[in-house]
């Protein structure tokens, strides 16, 4: 079965702060997944990866396939921006997807 | 499109009582899930369904049931509550079982088992 760890695992950063989210997994993978859930719980898609880099306005993730390792990234971040971030990876053995305990963000005005 | 649906929002059993959660989504995805979500744990997968008439069991799937009759409707049966079994169920479904395409949730159903 697929490790999935994430770090930090709380992350309290000031507004306009850079953010790094990080995802190691253990066995090799053919798909991963960032995923957003707000404190009223519902969950979305931000990103899905196989390989490179993907942006969305200030939003950036990137995979290292090599080194099994996967970052989210969000520049110049606001309050809005406090969610969960869960990382998710498909591969390894594993029916559907393995999933991250997730990385409880919170950024302060 | 509505996207994925699901039925209750909350629900509140006693140990013993059975119940269904409802799940549909109207995007004619082959490929359905249920998770189930625990404070200080990732998600993790009850059953799931690559297309109508076809189900198979995930990494928790004891005290569960699924069927999918239909490509809208993937419904989870608990069939004796148990406290244990207190938690948020997420349905999700994308259209391509590889994992390579986006993946939708509901909005989940909050159930707490006494």
């Known amino acids: 079965k697929n490790e999935v760890e994430q770090s930090p695992q709380n992350l309290t950063a000031q507004e306009g702060e850079f953010i790094t989210i990080n995802c190691s997994y253990s066995?090799?993978?053919?798909?991963l997944h960032w995923l957003q859930q707000h404190p009223g719980g519902g969950i979305v898609s931000l990103f899905m990866l196989s390989s490179g880099k993907k942006k969305h306005g200030r939003l950036i993730a990137t995979i290292n396939i090599q080194e099994k390792h996967s970052s989210l990234h969000i520049t110049a971040s606001h309050p809005r921006d406090s969610a969960v971030y869960i990382c998710?990876?498909?591969?390894?053995?594993?029916?559907?997807?393995?999933f991250g305990k997730g990385t409880h963000l919170i950024i302060q005005p | 499109n509505a996207g994925v649906t699901q039925t209750p929002k909350f629900q509140v059993l006693k140990t013993g009582q059975s119940m269904t959660l409802q799940c549909a989504q109207d995007?004619?995805?082959?490929?359905m899930s249920w998770y189930r979500q625990d404070p200080g744990m990732g998600l993790r997968l009850i059953h799931y369904s690559v297309g109508a008439g076809i189900t198979d069991q995930g990494e928790v799937p004891n005290g569960y049931n699924v069927s999918r009759s239909t490509t809208e409707d993937f419904p989870l049966r608990l069939l004796s509550a148990a406290p244990s079994q207190t938690s948020v169920y997420f349905c999700?479904?994308?259209?391509?079982?590889?994992?390579?395409?986006?993946?939708?949730f509901g909005p989940g159903t909050r159930l707490t088992v006494t």
């Open positions: 999700a479904s994308t259209k391509d079982f590889a994992g390579v395409k986006e993946q939708y």
């Open positions: 066995v090799g993978i053919s798909a």
């Open positions: 998710a990876v498909l591969g390894g053995g594993a029916d559907g997807l393995t």
């Open positions: 995007m004619n995805h082959e490929y």
